[in-house]
């Protein structure tokens, strides 16, 4: 077959996922039966771990974000995932606390992951601007995504060239001016957003889109197409109609 297809999610947070968006995915993929399912990171929260974490979030169970994070791996079965600045955390902390008991435990948490990831059989890359992973077809580099800008895509595009990435919670598509041609994505959040309380105070969170990807991709001459899910209101709405969990 000469087109196979895919679906791409990212920013699903952890114990954030929100029921709706899992519900509307897990029937989408029923429906829609891609052959590459991947999630472009930020698969856990950590929100404990940030730097400018609050008392009550540092006193929040990250276990069960973990095993939140672990849940959706199970029935999304992606087979890449790029981690994120999010997911990075454990690392992060691992190496640069100065507490003893939570560098352990943090590099408790690394070595789980890795173990977990290997289980699943998931092709997996860390966070960084140099990693990544390129997508089976043609030329898409996976990454979680860096730069927060009014048009991601178009900036994913100019670092990365043909690109899927998330990070900044927004849907949006850049398609190159260029002889050659060229695009990028980025996708929104199945987050709950407005339970993410650390961007209160940010104006780009306006902009923040429960949203997820689909597409279509030639085995033959690597040309693909992709489109995006994004909820409005109550309802999920796609280039297809209106979708229902």
């Not at 672990?70 to 087979?79: A, I, N, T």
């Amino acid at each position: 077959m000469a087109w196979e297809k895919s679906i791409f999610i990212g920013c699903t947070h952890g114990d954030l996922l929100c029921p709706d968006a899992a519900s509307v995915v897990k029937q989408f993929i029923s429906d829609w039966k891609p052959k590459h399912s991947i999630h472009l990171g930020d698969l856990w929260d950590f929100r404990g771990l940030r730097g400018g974490a609050k008392p009550e979030e540092r006193a929040e169970d990250i276990q069960y974000d973990y095993n939140c994070g672990l849940e959706l791996l199970d029935w999304y079965k992606p087979q890449i995932l790029t981690l994120g600045n999010h997911d990075h955390r454990i690392w992060r902390v691992a190496r640069e606390t100065s507490n003893g008991v939570l560098a352990d435990l943090m590099r408790k948490f690394c070595d789980d992951t890795e173990t977990d990831l290997r289980k699943r059989r998931i092709q997996w890359s860390p966070w960084g601007v140099e990693q990544g992973i390129k997508f089976p077809i043609g030329n898409i580099w996976c990454n979680h995504g860096y730069s927060s800008t009014m048009y991601p895509a178009k900036k994913a595009f100019e670092e990365f060239g043909e690109s899927a990435s998330a990070h900044v919670h927004k849907p949006s598509h850049y398609e190159a001016r260029h002889k050659d041609g060229g695009k990028a994505f980025t996708v929104g959040t199945l987050a709950r957003i407005k339970d993410m309380h650390y961007a209160d105070s940010y104006t780009a969170k306006l902009g923040w889109r429960n949203s997820f990807e689909y597409g279509l991709h030639n085995t033959k001459t690597g040309k693909w197409q992709s489109w995006s899910v994004v909820k409005e209101g109550n309802e999920w709405v796609s280039p297809i109609g209106v979708l229902t969990a």
